[in-house]
Nanobody, 125 residues
């Protein structure tokens, strides 16, 4: 069974940094692009970042570009999200997701096949 498990969420002050991890099992990890999405209360789930299977190509939402960095370690079947210069608008539940097919846009949640349970990130003013 495919499992994606996030970790690293918590509370951080504005201007601070936080790192998230997501470890996958039950799939050929290097064959999947890995993405991060987030969902704040009362808002739709939004795309944050994605990284290709080899780890050489990445894309970011405009709202996090220059502040967040996505990376992966295929030997550990783990994808990471380093979040710097955080602000209260970054407060959300963060989800990792695995993408096999390229049928849909990389920024569309429906384009991802498997999802983690989410981890809460809260940024205080």
């Amino acid at each position: 069974q495919v499992r994606l498990i996030e970790s690293g969420g918590g509370l951080v002050q504005a201007g601070g940094s936080l790192s998230l991890s997501c470890t996958a099992s039950g799939l050929t990890f290097s064959s999947f692009s890995m993405g991060w999405f987030r969902q704040a209360p009362g808002k739709e789930r939004e795309f944050v970042a994605v990284i290709g299977g080899s780890g050489t190509v990445s894309y970011y939402a405009d709202s996090v570009k220059g502040r967040f960095t996505i990376s992966r370690d295929n030997a550990k079947s783990t994808v990471y999200l380093r979040m710097n210069t955080m602000n209260p608008d970054d407060t959300a539940v963060y989800y990792c997701a695995a993408r096999d097919s390229g049928r849909y846009s990389f920024s569309a949640a429906r384009g991802y096949d498997y999802w983690g349970q989410g981890t809460q990130v809260t940024v205080s003013p």
